[in-house]
């Protein structure tokens, strides 16, 4: 079953504009991480935050996780045409370990020229 | 270095029929996780392996699904009497262990069509 939702469903914007995705999530976690999926591609690795961090930047990337609100946001500035692809939270849960994540459904990010 | 392969990657395979899928991890990669993605959803777990030891199957839906990994390197994925309702995308994933926090490592995945 699915970890949460992912906010919004599907978000189109245009190049050099920011985009900003949201994650919520049900149980408590030990990290929450971010991926990317291309057409066809498999997922890529973005970022990583663990649940004692609040913040956290990579590149053009900038992660948010607030464990109270169990919601997290994505925020990719200065967006290229590159960045067009499907973003998914995935959490790896308290109970459980392991490390297997959860997924959420995912944000279709389309960006235009 | 090389990433994580799965092969074939596609399958299309008759309803009743038996398919095995394949994952070959990251060199030196303990943990290995299975994963299934239906269209327009995220991935879902399945089951991941420490070492050779399945340490958790409980997102196996039934039991005509079973994996191994007999060396702690590759990884087969068994579906046995395939019905309409598994055609999916079967990904594999490796990381360094599952104590982590750890990266996991996804290959491109093995899309399966049951007709």
């Known amino acids: 079953s699915q970890q949460g939702e992912e906010d919004p469903q599907a978000l189109s914007i245009q190049e050099g504009e920011n985009a900003t995705m949201n994650c919520s999530y049900k149980?408590?976690?030990?990290?929450l991480q971010w991926y990317r999926q291309n057409s066809g591609r498999g997922l890529v690795h973005l970022i990583l935050i663990r649940s004692n961090e609040r913040e956290k930047h990579s590149g053009r990337l900038r992660v948010t996780l607030d464990t109270s609100k169990k919601s997290s946001s994505l925020l990719i500035t200065a967006s290229r045409a590159a960045d067009t692809a499907s973003y998914f939270c995935a959490t790896d849960a308290v109970t459980g370990g392991g490390n297997k994540l959860t997924f959420g459904t995912g944000t279709q990010l389309k960006v235009e020229l | 270095g090389a990433g994580v392969s799965q092969t074939p990657s596609n399958k299309v395979t008759e309803k009743g029929k038996y398919v095995e899928l394949r994952c070959d991890p990251i060199?030196?990669?303990?943990?290995l996780y299975w994963y299934r993605q239906s269209l327009g959803q995220g991935p879902e777990f399945l089951i991941y392996f420490q070492g050779t030891g399945a340490a958790d199957d409980s997102g196996l839906p039934n039991d005509r699904f079973f994996a191994v990994r007999p060396e702690g390197s590759v990884s087969t994925l068994k579906i046995q009497r395939t019905e309409r309702g598994d055609s999916a995308v079967y990904l594999c994933?490796?990381?360094?262990?599952?104590?982590?926090?750890?990266?996991?490592?996804f290959g491109p995945g093995t899309r399966l069509t049951v007709t």
């Open positions: 994933a490796s990381s360094l262990g599952d104590r982590g926090p750890y990266e996991q490592y």
């Open positions: 060199s030196g990669h303990t943990a």
């Open positions: 149980t408590s976690i030990n990290n």
